[in-house]
């Protein structure tokens, strides 16, 4: 099918460390990504997006990269930080639409102190 | 600024009983979604309105879905006759303007819903 899939349900990451959250689509007519972070008992919250006639996005501690060789997409996340637990979703806007999210299942990320 | 908005933010509801869910866009926001989340899944898509229009609700899962944006700010999503498979989180997300360009979507806290 065309969802987006995660590579691993969780991760857990001592605090001070980078963090790396990996996706893989299968759509290779997809042309933009998004990174979600969810909360418990939130809703989703973008992060930072990448289109597809990009290799690589800077945002504030986070960077994603996007290998379209390979159809995989990373979220990087610098230093990671006890705020930075939560769900991660990495979701795709298909070729076909202009608006409908299609998400992944998420990882879930734990930070250690 | 405030955010999206959605209520209540708790339903609990016996089988077979109307809900009504509402979801409070960012204001001005052009197009509003629904999207539906399962326990441990991500988000699914379930419809999308640009202004009062319904412009695409190929995600409602079956008739008894309904959802209207009647003044182009304010949606209700409604449920006739509720079964226990629709227990989830519903999602409602806001983007400022119509589709063609690919904007981001702000999502609100979610209704969660136990079909009991």
């Known amino acids: 099918g065309e969802s987006v899939g995660l590579h691993l349900p969780t991760l857990s990451v001592q605090e001070g460390d980078n963090s790396i959250i990996n996706c893989a689509y299968s759509n290779s007519a997809s042309d933009y990504f998004i990174w979600y972070k969810q909360e418990s008992g939130k809703g989703p919250q973008f992060i930072i997006d990448?289109?597809?006639?990009?290799d690589k996005r800077q945002g504030q501690r986070v960077t994603v990269l996007l290998n379209k060789t390979v159809k995989h997409l990373s979220l990087q996340i610098a230093a990671t930080q006890p705020g930075d637990s939560a769900v991660y979703f990495c979701?795709?806007?298909?070729?076909?639409?202009?608006?409908?999210?299609?998400f992944g299942a998420g990882t879930t990320v734990t930070v250690r102190a | 600024g405030a955010g999206v908005s959605q209520s209540p933010r708790y339903k609990v509801a016996k089988r077979g009983q109307d809900v009504a869910l509402r979801c409070d866009p960012i204001s001005g926001h052009v197009s509003l979604f629904w999207y539906q989340q399962a326990l441990g899944q991500g988000p699914e898509f379930l419809t999308y309105f640009q202004n009062e229009a319904q412009l695409d609700k190929s995600g409602l899962p079956s008739d008894r879905f309904f959802a209207e944006r009647p003044e182009g700010s304010v949606s209700t999503l409604k449920i006739q006759r509720t079964q226990q498979e629709d227990s989830a989180v519903y999602l409602c997300?806001?983007?400022?303007?119509?589709?063609?360009?690919?904007?981001?979507?702000?999502f609100g806290p979610g209704t969660r819903l136990l079909v009991l």
């Open positions: 997300a806001s983007s400022l303007g119509p589709t063609g360009v690919r904007e981001t979507q702000y």
């Open positions: 990448i289109r597809s006639n990009m």
């Open positions: 979701a795709e806007i298909l070729p076909s639409n202009d608006y409908k999210l299609s």
